[in-house]
C-alpha cells in the first residue's frame, strides 16, 4: 500500500489527573505509555537535585561525558565517541535521521503497527510512506515485522526503512541473525533504522542486542532510549549509535544544546545503577508472567512481547474494556491509530498496579461473557 502524506498525530497515553478528574477518582493507575513503574535510579535523583542549581550555564553541547560512559557500557572495539549521538529522547534521533534522508522523492518503508512516529517524521519530510504486511502466521513474531514483506517493496526511491526490535506496540522481536540476513540483501544506498527502544528487557528474556550488526554495515543505525528501563521519559533523553559519517551529518543538522543539562546527569548515573536497573528487569519479569497467567485465565489472547507492555486481543469488547477500565481508575493504551482496534496494550506496572488492573478486568470480563 503507497501512502502520501496522510495526517498522523501522536496520541499520548491519558493522564492520571485527567481521569482522576473525570471519574472523580482518587486512585488511578496508569498502565499506558511504557513507563518504567518504579521511577529512577536514586542515584539519578540524587544528582538531579545536587545540580539543578546549575541550570543557569549552558549544557555540555557535545554530552562528552554520558558518550564516554556509553562507550564503557556498550563495550564495543567499533563503538566509540565518534559513533554516537544524544537527543532529546530517542525520537529526536530518528527525527533527524528523517531529515538527513528523506524528501518529497523518496519512499519510506516499515511494517504496518510500527510505532506512529515514523509516520508522523516521514509526513514531516513529504515522502512517501509505503507500509508492509505484518507476520500473518501465528506463531513466533505474529503481527510484527514481516522481513520477506519489506523485501518486496524495495524499489529505486526507497531511501530508508525503520525497524523496531523490539517492536511497540506489538511487543514482537526478530532475531539478529533474520535482521542480518535481510540486510545483506538491502542495496547500501538504503539507510536501516533498528530502533532498540526496549532492548534492555528483550536481553533479559535471551535475546541479542542488534550492535553487532554495526560492525558489518555502514547503513545501519540504531537508537536507544533513557525513557523505558532507565525510567527517564519526563526528562528526555536517548542515543543513537551509527557510523563516524552518519553521527558527524547529525551532528551537522542538530540544535548545539538539544540535550539538557539534568538529563545528561541523570543518564550517566542510571548507566552506572546496574543494580538498580536489574531489579527493574526483574520486577517487569516477575509482573509479566503474573498477568500472562491472568490473561491465560480468562481466556485473553495477546501477542508475543519482549519489552514492558502486552498487547491483547479483545475483538469487539476492546473500547468497551477500555472505558470500564477508565471507569475503574485504570488506564491503559487503545491502539485504534495503529489499526488495532481490536486490542489494548497494557504497561506492565508494580506489583500492586498489575493486581488492580486484573481485579478490574476479572469484574469487567464476568459482566461482558454473562
Ligand atoms: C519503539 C519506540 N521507539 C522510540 C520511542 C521514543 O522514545 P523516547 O522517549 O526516547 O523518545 C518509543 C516510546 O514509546 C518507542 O516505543
Known amino acids: 500500500m503507497r501512502k502520501k502524506t496522510t495526517t498522523s498525530t501522536y496520541q499520548p497515553g491519558q493522564s492520571i489527573d485527567s481521569v482522576m478528574k473525570k471519574y472523580g477518582l482518587r486512585n488511578v493507575v496508569k498502565l499506558a505509555s511504557n513507563e518504567n513503574p518504579y521511577g529512577p535510579s536514586p542515584k539519578s535523583l540524587a544528582i538531579a537535585k545536587k545540580i539543578s ?29 565518534n559513533n554516537i549521538i544524544i537527543g532529546n529522547g530517542s525520537n529526536e534521533i530518528l527525527e533527524l535521521l528523517a531529515r538527513l534522508y528523506l524528501n518529497d522523492k523518496s519512499e519510506v518503508l516499515f511494517s504496518k503497527h510500527s510505532f506512529l512516529v515514523y509516520k508522523i517524521i516521514s509526513n514531516a519530510m513529504h515522502a512517501t510512506i509505503v507500509e508492509t504486511k505484518p507476520k500473518m502466521s501465528q506463531g513466533f513474531g505474529f503481527m510484527g515485522t ?27 522481536i526478530l532475531s539478529v541473525k533474520d535482521l542480518d540476513d535481510f ?10 533504522v533498528i530502533d532498540e527502544a526496549y532492548f534492555e528487557y528483550s536481553e533479559y528474556m ?6 553487532i550488526l554495526l560492525k558489518k554495515y555502514s547503513n545501519v543505525v540504531i537508537t536507544r532510549s533513557f525513557s523505558k528501563v532507565h525510567a527517564l521519559a519526563g526528562i528526555r533523553i536517548g542515543y543513537g549509535l551509527g ?13 548545539p544544546f538539544n540535550v539538557n543539562y539534568v538529563a545528561q546527569a541523570m543518564a550517566v548515573e542510571s548507566l552506572k545503577d546496574k543494580k538498580y536497573i536489574k531489579s527493574s528487569l526483574i ?13 491465560d485465565k480468562l481466556d485473553i489472547k495477546y501477542l508475543d512481547s519482549y519489552t514492558n507492555f502486552l498487547t491483547i486481543y479483545l475483538g469487539k469488547n476492546a473500547n468497551d474494556v477500555f472505558e470500564k477500565l477508565l471507569e475503574n481508575g485504570v488506564i491503559l493504551r487503545p491502539l485504534d491509530n495503529y489499526n488495532l482496534k481490536s486490542y489494548l496494550r497494557v504497561t506492565i506496572g508494580t506489583r500492586q498496579e498489575n493486581i488492580s488492573f486484573i481485579k478490574s478486568l476479572k469484574k469487567i470480563m464476568s459482566k461482558i461473557n454473562a
Request: hydrophobic fraction near 30%; charge should be positive; proline fraction near 5%.
Open 206 to 211: 535471551g535475546m541479542t542486542n542488534c550492535i
Open 243 to 255: 557510523s563516524d559519517k552518519i553521527i558527524s551529518n547529525l551532528d551537522k543538522i542538530r540544535q
Open 146 to 172: 514481516d522481513l520477506s514483506e519489506l523485501n518486496k517493496k524495495i524499489t529505486k526511491k526507497t531511501r530508508m526503512i525503520f525497524i523496531a526490535n523490539p517492536s511497540n506496540p506489538t511487543g514482537t
Open 183 to 192: 540486510i545483506k540483501t538491502v542495496p547500501k544506498r538504503i539507510l536501516i
Open 283 to 295: 520486577s517487569n519479569n516477575d509482573g509479566m508472567l503474573y498477568l500472562k497467567k491472568e490473561l
Open 53 to 81: 542549581n546549575s541550570v543557569n550555564r549552558y549544557p555540555d553541547s557535545k554530552c562528552y561525558d554520558l558518550k564516554y560512559n556509553l562507550v564503557a557500557y556498550i563495550n564495543k572495539p567499533h563503538i566509540k565517541l
